[in-house]
């Protein structure tokens, strides 16, 4: 009876520990990371997405407005600076510039005329004067009127000169009217847009106004990243920094920029982030490969760099600089460090944790907290 005794209550403790055994809280299964050295980056990227421009554009339009005569190229052209694009009608002005070559040509022929005459009267003067003074043989008032006769056409001679200058300015004013009627590329480049055709009235289209211009010229030897930075990161973004570009359509980052160009105003805007733009410009010339303006950018500027330096990932970071850490029986502690570099991926770790510490990046959709036992997932 005893032993039967002995038996059953053995029974009823196995029962009992089997009981509690499988109502224990189960380990955790987290992801976890373990510290090691590597490289971290300090960069600030933009808030907005950025654009792809052509080093120079320029929207081209006549001085004057009128009727195109003459569209000397179409979309796509390569040109060279100076040369005429568009011509404006203009055959009363170049009658004008006809006319006054003609002028010149008269006023030269005046001109010539009475120098010739100014040399014979001084001539003239000189022999008289010897007259008078050797043999007495004409008056004083006869040589008077000789020399003044000379000398008043010597002044005329002047004046024909000083006519022939008047008639070239005005021939400068009439070549001048002439070259507002005509668009000249400013630089070499290629016609993006021909927003004219022969016959159609074209007038100038100044800034402001939304008028399309008759040519759209760019200049896409070089090209420039363009993106708004916001005003808190702006102040630390130097020209020369290094960076990064991404582009919508390309897979690869483009990492041989240099800072070019950071605003020197903050741009305000209703009801946007008040943002600095930050200009990047590619130099190696496989990374303007395909490139065309236009093109959707982000930016990632370098700011500091460490190649080798202990690391946390950035989903491993708790609140306040601090993290999960995994201790040798597979229990969380709550454990602070000491953040340097930062960026997106990684955060440097300048104290609190040293090579080889696994801390948790990943849990299941309940969390986890410390104290808690896990199983880190292979």
Request: glycine share 6%; charged share 25%.
């Amino acid at each position: 009876m005893k032993s039967k005794t002995l038996i059953v209550a053995a029974l009823l403790i196995a029962i009992a520990a089997l009981f509690f055994y499988s109502r224990r809280p189960q380990p955790v299964e987290v992801e976890a990371y373990t510290l090691a050295e590597g490289e971290v980056r300090a960069t600030v990227a933009n808030t907005r997405v950025g654009t792809v421009k052509a080093c120079r554009r320029a929207y081209l339009a006549p001085a004057t407005g009128g009727q195109v005569a003459e569209l000397r190229v179409k979309e796509g052209d390569k040109v060279k600076q100076g040369q005429v694009l568009l011509e404006v009608w203009n055959q009363d002005l170049k009658a004008q510039v006809a006319l006054q070559k003609a002028q010149i040509n008269a006023s030269r022929a005046s001109a010539e005329q009475a120098c010739q005459l100014a040399g014979g009267a001084e001539r003239e003067a000189a022999r008289m004067t010897e007259l008078q003074k050797h043999k007495n043989l004409v008056s004083v008032e006869q040589v008077d009127k000789s020399v003044t006769g000379s000398r008043s056409q010597r002044a005329a001679c002047k004046a024909a000169l000083q006519a022939i200058e008047v008639a070239e300015a005005q021939l400068g004013v009439a070549e001048a009217a002439v070259q507002r009627t005509l668009v000249k590329a400013p630089f070499d480049g290629t016609v993006a847009e021909v927003n004219a055709e022969l016959g159609e009235f074209v007038t100038p289209s100044p800034p402001g106004i939304p008028t399309l211009p008759p040519i759209d010229l760019l200049d896409v030897s070089c090209l420039t990243v363009s993106a708004p930075i916001d005003e808190v990161d702006a102040a630390s973004i130097k020209i020369g920094m290094s960076a990064c570009v991404s582009l919508d359509a390309f897979p690869d980052k483009r990492c041989s920029g240099i800072v070019t160009r950071v605003a020197p105003y903050v741009l305000e805007k209703e009801k946007q982030a008040r943002t600095v733009e930050v200009e990047v410009t590619l130099r190696d010339a496989k990374d303007l490969a395909e490139l065309l303006p236009g093109y959707s950018a982000d930016i990632e500027v370098l700011l500091s760099q460490k190649d080798r330096t202990l690391r946390l990932p950035a989903e491993a970071i708790l609140d306040n600089q601090r993290v999960l850490l995994i201790d040798k029986d597979n229990v969380l502690h709550e454990q602070s460090f000491q953040p340097g570099l930062s960026n997106w991926s990684f955060t440097e770790v300048l104290s609190g944790l040293k090579a080889g510490d696994q801390v948790v990046t990943s849990v299941g959709k309940d969390g986890v907290a410390a104290g808690v036992t896990v199983r880190v997932k292979p």
